[in-house]
């Protein structure tokens, strides 16, 4: 069973930034989608965002797609190297408050969260307003 652990969530001030990691060590992890989904109190797990499978041997990169809601302000990378998904976010809102989970797909998943393989435990954000 693959395991994915996501770190750097906190509190956080409206208008300020985080990064948000996601280690997938025992994960063959250039073989993987990687996603970035969020769920708030009371509400359902919702897409954030996503990067594709490597291309061309390369340690980065992948094709992304963000939720409409963080475009212009979230920004998701890869470190095959590293094992690790990143999700810098900047420009943060107090509607950004949630738990933030990383997910692996061995396919070429986008939003449904269904499709996904692999899922972390969470890292809670909180932004204050």
């Known amino acids: 069973q693959a395991q994915l652990v996501e770190s750097g969530g906190g509190l956080v001030q409206a208008g300020g930034s985080l990064r948000l990691s996601c280690a997938a060590p025992?994960?063959?992890?250039?073989?993987?989608?990687m996603g970035w989904f969020r769920q708030a109190p009371g509400k359902e797990r919702e897409f954030v965002a996503r990067?594709?499978?490597?291309?061309?041997?390369?340690?980065?990169?992948?094709?992304?797609s963000y939720a409409d809601s963080v475009k212009g302000r979230f920004t998701i990378s890869r470190d095959n190297a590293k094992n690790t998904v990143y999700l810098q976010m900047n420009s943060l809102k107090p509607e950004d408050t949630a738990v933030y989970y990383c997910?692996?797909?061995?396919?070429?998943?986008?939003?449904?969260?269904?499709?996904?393989?692999?899922w972390g435990q969470g890292t809670q954000v909180t932004v204050s307003s």
């Open positions: 997910a692996a797909d061995l396919g070429h998943s986008v939003s449904n969260p269904k499709l996904y393989d692999y």
């Open positions: 990067i594709g499978k490597s291309t061309g041997g390369t340690s980065y990169g992948g094709s992304t």
């Open positions: 025992g994960l063959t992890f250039s073989s993987y989608t």
